[in-house]
Structure formats: structure tokens, C-alpha cells
């Protein structure tokens, strides 16, 4: 899987109509605008600390970056701009949609500064293992292509998600700041296979054409928020998108657009319903924060 994507996304943009899938951020300005909406937030109630950077993790076409740093920006966010990316063909897209940024590989790789962090749809892109019968599952080469070599009860685990999670944990809670993870997933730990490829804006069979579509899984945000925790970070409540952007105001934020370009009514409309519906993303989708102690929690995730 991390082969896979790292081939994947080093030699091509997968967003979008023409590409293998659409994201959140791809399907309206409002998203990002939210996000950095969000932040901005925090961040001003956090004191305004003049050396926060503004970080995304795997920022796709730089579209959220650009819209959520709109946001931070009218809020007299000035810091700079650092994208944790591996993939050429994203980065030179990303220059243009949010120039003047940093890149990095690794999240190792951040200047330790209080850091306004979001990734969207990343963690679901990071490796996992599947387990049945508590031994691990592994492909090999079969008659006509590649094949499990078990199957039955699975149960996935992701060393390379947690790992993640706990560095940018530590680094929130050592330095400061906070950070939003937004992803498909679930709530509880629980058996089941949730590998599945995309390509063409189509599920496809996942040992099908290696490299060559998009390989992610259900993030299980009660690991996630249990990796924060451990490093002491203060985690939030999980929330449904839907939800989150609600109480943020995505209804407000829509129509006000709309009455300022009447000719946008319908797309928009229509954007807000499939970010929040709970039959489109609003449901699966769903929203985590971390925070360091003196920093504030998020708005949209108390009850
Ligand atoms: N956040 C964007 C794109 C999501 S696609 C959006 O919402 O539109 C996943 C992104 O993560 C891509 O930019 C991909 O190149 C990047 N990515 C995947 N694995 C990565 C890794 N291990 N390290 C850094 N970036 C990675």
C-alpha cells in the first residue's frame, strides 16, 4: 500500500473530474474557507502568537491552502506557509495555488513553532496492515495477477498512522498550537476490511493494477484519538462533518455567497448538501482536533 501510493501520487494530480476522485475542499471554496475559519479562531484566542505557521498535511491541489489562508489571512494571520507533501507532480501544483510555501517530506522535517495544522483525506491514505486470525494478511503473486494469501475475520491496524499522529501530537503540545484531521472513518475500533481502491471515480478490485488507482482505508479515529492523548495533548470530541460545518456556519457562509453572485445559487446549493448530508459526506466523513493545554479548544466540537 505505502508503494502503491507513493507511486501513485508521485506521477499524477488524482482530483478532481478528470482524475480518480473528488475531495471536500475540491467540491467548494466554503470548505477551506471554514477550516481556516476555524483556525483563525484559535488562533486569535490563543493571543495571536506572531510565530505560528500555518501547516497541511498532503494539501492534493494546494485548494484548501489557498482558501483556508484567504480566511487566516483577513484575521491578520501573517506566518508562513509549510505543506508536508512527498509527491513532484503535487508540489508543482501546490506552488501555484499557495506561492511562497515550505515543503516538506516528513513531519519530522517542521520548524518547532506553534502550528495551525489541518490534513484532510491524508490519514487515509497511509499504510495499514490487515490481520485475520490475528496473523498478518499479505498479497502474493497468483495465477493472473496478485491474490491474498488468507482470508476470513479482518482486523487493520495503521503503525504508520499512529506514529504520525503522536508526532504532530507531541509537537502541538511541546510548541503549541492546534491541529484538524478530517477524514473518512469510524468512531469505534471494530472488524471489518476497509481497503478499497478508486479509480475513475469508481470502486475497483484493490490488487487490481498496482500504482495505478488510489488505495486508502476507514481511518478508526479511536485509535487515532488515543495516540494523541498519550503524548498529553488535549483531543477533542469526534464529530460528523455534517455537523462540524453546521455549526460553523456553512448555511451563513452559502448564502451570503449566493446573494453576492446570484449566478452561483444552484452550484452552491448543492456543494453544501454534499459536504454535510449525512446520505453524501456529512455522515461518514467526520472531524477530530487536537490542542495543546493554553491553547483553546476548536469551535464545532462542544455538544
Ligand atoms: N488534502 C487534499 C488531497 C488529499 S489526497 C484534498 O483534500 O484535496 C492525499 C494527499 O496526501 C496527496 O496530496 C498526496 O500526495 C499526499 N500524501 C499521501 N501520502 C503521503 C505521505 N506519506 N506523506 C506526505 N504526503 C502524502
Same mark, same amino acid.
Given at each position: 500500500?505505502?508503494?502503491?501510493?507513493?507511486?501513485?501520487?508521485?506521477?499524477?494530480?488524482?482530483?478532481?473530474?478528470?482524475?480518480?476522485?473528488?475531495?471536500?475542499?475540491?467540491?467548494?471554496?466554503?470548505?477551506?474557507?471554514?477550516?481556516?475559519?476555524?483556525?483563525?479562531?484559535? $488562533?486569535?484566542?490563543?493571543?495571536?502568537?506572531?510565530?505560528?505557521?500555518?501547516?497541511?498535511?498532503?494539501?492534493?491541489?494546494?485548494?484548501?491552502?489557498?482558501?483556508?489562508?484567504?480566511?487566516?489571512?483577513?484575521?491578520?494571520?501573517?506566518?508562513?506557509? @509549510?505543506?508536508?507533501?512527498?509527491?513532484?507532480?503535487?508540489?508543482?501544483?501546490?506552488?501555484?495555488?499557495?506561492?511562497?510555501?515550505? $515543503?516538506?517530506?516528513?513531519?519530522?522535517?517542521?520548524?518547532?513553532?506553534?502550528?495551525?495544522?489541518?490534513?484532510?483525506?491524508?490519514?487515509?491514505?497511509?499504510?495499514?496492515?490487515?490481520?485475520?486470525?490475528?496473523?498478518?494478511?499479505?498479497?502474493?503473486?497468483?495465477?493472473? %495477477?496478485?491474490?491474498?494469501?488468507?482470508?476470513?475475520?479482518?482486523?487493520?491496524?495503521?503503525?504508520?498512522?499512529?506514529?504520525?499522529?503522536?508526532?504532530?501530537?507531541?509537537?502541538?503540545?511541546?510548541?503549541?498550537?492546534? /491541529?484538524?484531521?478530517?477524514?473518512?472513518?469510524?468512531?469505534?475500533?471494530?472488524?471489518?476490511?476497509?481497503?478499497?481502491?478508486?479509480? %475513475?471515480?469508481?470502486?475497483?478490485?484493490?490488487?487490481?493494477?498496482?500504482?495505478?488507482?488510489?488505495?486508502?482505508?476507514?481511518?478508526?479515529?479511536?485509535?487515532?484519538?488515543?495516540?494523541?492523548?498519550?503524548?498529553?495533548?488535549?483531543?477533542?470530541?469526534?464529530?460528523?462533518? /455534517?455537523? $462540524?460545518?453546521?455549526?460553523?456556519?456553512? %448555511?451563513?457562509?452559502?448564502?451570503?455567497?449566493?446573494?453576492? @453572485?446570484?449566478?452561483?445559487?444552484?452550484?452552491?446549493?448543492?456543494?453544501?448538501?454534499?459536504?454535510?448530508?449525512?446520505?453524501?459526506?456529512?455522515?461518514?466523513?467526520?472531524?477530530?482536533?487536537?490542542?495543546?493545554? %493554553? $491553547?483553546?479548544?476548536?469551535?464545532?466540537?462542544?455538544?
Amino acid at each position: 500500500m505505502e508503494a502503491c501510493n507513493a507511486y501513485y501520487y508521485a506521477t499524477r494530480d488524482p482530483l478532481g473530474r478528470d482524475g480518480d476522485f473528488t475531495t471536500a475542499p475540491e467540491l467548494s471554496q466554503i470548505f477551506g474557507e471554514i477550516v481556516g475559519a476555524a483556525l483563525a479562531d484559535c $488562533w486569535s484566542r490563543a493571543g495571536s502568537p506572531g510565530d505560528a505557521i500555518y501547516v497541511e498535511l498532503g494539501p492534493g491541489r494546494g485548494t484548501l491552502a489557498a482558501d483556508a489562508l484567504r480566511a487566516l489571512r483577513s484575521a491578520g494571520f501573517s506566518g508562513e506557509v @509549510h505543506l508536508v507533501e512527498t509527491s513532484p507532480a503535487l508540489r508543482e501544483i501546490q506552488a501555484r495555488s499557495v506561492p511562497g510555501a515550505h $515543503w516538506h517530506e516528513q513531519v519530522q522535517e517542521l520548524p518547532e513553532r506553534p502550528l495551525l495544522l489541518v490534513g484532510n483525506e491524508f490519514l487515509d491514505a497511509l499504510p495499514i496492515r490487515q490481520f485475520v486470525d490475528g496473523i498478518e494478511r499479505r498479497v502474493m503473486v497468483a495465477a493472473g %495477477g496478485l491474490a491474498f494469501d488468507r482470508d476470513g475475520e479482518i482486523s487493520e491496524d495503521s503503525p504508520a498512522r499512529d506514529e504520525l499522529v503522536a508526532r504532530i501530537s507531541r509537537r502541538i503540545g511541546t510548541r503549541g498550537g492546534v /491541529g484538524l484531521l478530517i477524514d473518512y472513518g469510524h468512531e469505534r475500533t471494530a472488524f471489518g476490511d476497509t481497503l478499497q481502491a478508486v479509480r %475513475g471515480h469508481r470502486y475497483a478490485p484493490v490488487l487490481d493494477m498496482p500504482g495505478e488507482q488510489d488505495l486508502t482505508s476507514h481511518v478508526d479515529f479511536e485509535t487515532v484519538a488515543n495516540a494523541a492523548a498519550k503524548t498529553g495533548v488535549s483531543v477533542t470530541p469526534l464529530v460528523t462533518q /455534517g455537523e $462540524w460545518l453546521n455549526r460553523l456556519g456553512i %448555511g451563513a457562509r452559502a448564502a451570503a455567497l449566493a446573494t453576492a @453572485h446570484p449566478n452561483r445559487a444552484e452550484e452552491l446549493a448543492s456543494a453544501v448538501h454534499r459536504l454535510t448530508s449525512p446520505k453524501e459526506m456529512g455522515q461518514l466523513f467526520k472531524v477530530i482536533a487536537i490542542h495543546a493545554a %493554553g $491553547w483553546p479548544q476548536p469551535a464545532g466540537f462542544a455538544p
